[in-house]
């Protein structure tokens, strides 16, 4: 992890590889986490890959087409220290998770976990509000669930370095620099300017996108409607961002963070951009749909916003954490032992981590499901 004491003495690009690959999660860059070794299923119980459930459950690597059944899942709460134990009971399967595979849990009222078979070589995830999203080491993007244009990926997208999803849309950034996208566009979320050209990062969420580039500046498109693509004036020194439901973060090289929008709060999501006051030494953060997480350099973890299911209650205790991801109103974390901590809400099962998933490398976190891509060594 990028500890705060050294960002003064970094450049803005290497800052960002360099929290991409000790972070777990590849936001910024395609850096190789693992390679998909198998195929399995499981979705609430048993099931087959070719009638999917309907309900909220788990998928791994969805089985063959031949429909060979998923193995059966067993029943407890996880985490029992998290906030989700306050939500309806929801059982926490018990699978055999093979090293390699991208596992998904959570809703699945339109696909969303119900990850391709023989999907492999993948190094990145990205979760939508209702589809799933992952790159593979040759540079292609794969989708899966949605109802709309999110999960047809367009011929010729190649040489794709980092995937962002947003509420119906799908950013890719490419090798040079420049952002391709596709999707729903009724925002102009797919209007990507012409000085976000030289791209470092993105980020999507509702119906904006976020860039960052190399020199530092963030770049903002698409929806508008509460100020989230309003970028302050003066804003510099930034190596990160993060795109909320309608506001945005960035994080400074110094450690601390600023966001924007969110000009019309409701009950609902009433302070998600006011960043608390003495927040500091934040190594990455992570918007949802009105919270947020940061994740500070001692492995702990901040969170803001909205916590009307809990999402902003960090469980105790908490530590070692490497990655975050906020959702739509649950939290993930990723430990530095491979293992992901989820709290909040948990209507869908999305707060309900599978029991033996272990080896995790990369998280994130949708509407209300979860992707986890598990080492393949």
Known sequence: MLAAADRSNVTREAAVLARAGSVGRVRAAGIALAAILGAAACSGGTGTATTPPATSGLASIAAPATGTPGPSCACSIVPSSSAAATQPATPAPNLTIRPGTVVAWGDDSSNQIDVPGGLSNVIAVAAGDEFSVALKADGSVVAWGGENLETQVPAGVKNVKSIAAGSAFVIALESDGSIVGWGDNSNGQLDVPANAKGAIQISAAGGHGLALTSGGMVVAWGSNANGESDVPAGLENVIE????????????????????????????????????????????????????????????????????????????????????????????ALTSDGHVVAWGGNGAGESTVPKSLANVEAIDAGGSHALALVSGS
């Open 241 to 332: 961002v993060s795109a909320g439901y309608d506001f945005s973060l960035a994080l400074l090289q110094d450690g601390t963070v600023v966001a924007w929008g969110d000009k019309n709060p409701t009950d609902q999501s009433s302070g998600v951009a006011k960043v608390p006051a003495g927040l500091k030494d934040v190594s990455a953060v992570s918007a949802g749909y009105y919270h947020n997480l940061a994740l500070k350099s001692d492995g702990s973890v901040v969170a803001w916003g909205s916590n009307e299911n809990g999402q902003s209650t960090v469980p105790k205790p908490l530590a070692n954490v490497i990655a975050v991801a906020a959702g739509g109103d649950f939290s993930l």
